[in-house]
């Protein structure tokens, strides 16, 4: 009695438009298809990804292929030893992932370019990239986190990079540290002098 009580109070709650499923209508219809985009937003898109694609300043040309069981390292000059240790060892907590494996060359440097844009963007500061690692030095993943490691030294904002611990994907992981955005310094600089004062 009480749970007839509760379903007539939501009926009426809801305008009385509620019905409850029947036998065969407890999911979702995924027969019909979405709506083809429109002239307009097609163009719209089409120009978005021109716009990025003539931004990203990432090079496509020939990688040296890196050996598939090296670990990647790259520190930017001035970054403290003790920085790069940390993050060799996984001690700063990946905050944003990006999964390229089994995707195209071409659409990983898109991606990556987003990616890293994007994480700077949003004031992050410790990254994954995870491209895989391929049995083969000319396998498709290890070509992928060849141009990845390439990539990665040609932004300014990233500082470091290095192969991740195996909790994270090993060698088909990289972690990637960015600059601290003046946002994230001016942000610092008052909690100090607050701590300070």
Known sequence: MQQHHQDADFTALMGGKVRPLTKGRDRADVSTPAPEPDEAQLARRASAQAEEEAANFLSDEFVDLLPKDDPVEYRRPGVQTGVADRLRQGEYAPEARLHLIGRPVRECRQA??????????HDLRCLLVVHGRGKAVDSHANVVRSYVAK????????????SAQPFHG??????????????????????QQKRRG
């Not at 932004?155 to 290095?162: C, D, G, I, L, M």
């Not at 960015?178 to 008052?190: C, D, I, T, V």
């Open 151 to 162: 990539w990665l030294a040609q932004f300014e904002t990233v500082q470091a990079y290095v």
């Open 170 to 191: 090993g060698l088909g992981a990289t972690y990637v540290m960015l600059r601290k955005s003046e946002r994230a310094r001016a942000a610092n600089r008052e909690r």
């Open 112 to 121: 990556l370019f987003r990616f890293i844009q994007e994480g700077g963007e």
